[in-house]
Every structure is written in structure tokens, then in C-alpha cells.
């Protein structure tokens, strides 16, 4: 069973930014497409980017777009999510998760998915 840990969270200014990471365990990390989604208090959870096996295709949401990056280093088994311009109804936990197929297509919905991480959480201040 894959074991994922998110990184670099925090509190930040609004326009402000972070980077976040998260880690896996194992050896077929660079088989699996992986996601970032995120839950706002009182809210659903929420998709917010995804990447491919290979890192060679990326899709990010529409609320997202142009501000978050979403990239991986499979020699590191790490997957990123770059924040930039962040704006105050961005605070949320962000959770990285790994698709359930092996070299599969993009995910973009949460059943897709068999294994999280426990989550960073990201607060950005007005």
C-alpha cells in the first residue's frame, strides 16, 4: 500500500506563494497518474490538478488555471503543486492522491483514486 506525505503548507498573504509537496513510498510511483485536490471548511472536496504518469500531461482547474502548476519528479517519487497568486478562497487542505490505474488517463474526479495523503493545510490571508 502506498504511503503519501504532503509538505509545504502554511499561512501566506494573499498574491503571496507556496509550494507544495508530497512523497510516496514504493517502487511504481513513476506507473500512476496523480492528483492534488483540496476541501475548504463546510465545503466538498475539490479537484484542482492532475498529472500524468510520465509528468508529460497535465490538466488544471478552471479556478486554478494559470496560477497553480502541477509537476513530478519520479526519480524522487515526489509530486509538486505550485501556488502562485494565491487569493483568499484558496485556503483550504490540499491533498495529493494516486490514481487507481496504472498508466492511465487523467483523473479528475475523486472515486478515481485509491490512496491520499493526510493532507497540508493552506491559509491565505486577505
Known amino acids: 500500500q502506498v504511503h503519501l506525505v504532503e509538505s509545504g503548507g502554511g499561512l501566506v498573504q494573499a498574491g503571496g506563494s507556496l509550494r507544495l509537496s508530497c512523497a510516496a513510498s514504493?517502487?511504481?510511483?513513476?506507473?500512476?497518474?496523480m492528483g492534488w485536490f483540496r476541501q475548504a471548511p463546510g465545503k466538498e472536496r475539490e479537484f484542482v490538478a492532475v498529472?500524468?504518469?510520465?509528468?508529460?500531461?497535465?490538466f488544471v482547474a478552471d479556478s486554478v488555471k494559470g496560477r497553480f502548476t502541477i509537476s513530478r519528479d519520479n526519480a524522487k517519487n515526489t509530486v509538486y503543486l505550485q501556488l502562485n497568486s494565491l487569493k483568499p478562497e484558496d485556503t483550504a487542505v490540499y491533498y495529493c492522491a494516486r490514481d487507481k490505474r496504472p498508466f492511465g488517463p487523467l483523473g479528475l474526479h475523486s472515486l478515481e483514486y485509491d490512496a491520499w495523503g493526510q493532507g497540508t493545510q493552506v491559509t491565505v490571508s486577505s
Open positions: 498529472i500524468d504518469w510520465s509528468g508529460g500531461s497535465t
Open positions: 514504493g517502487r511504481t510511483f513513476g506507473w500512476y497518474a
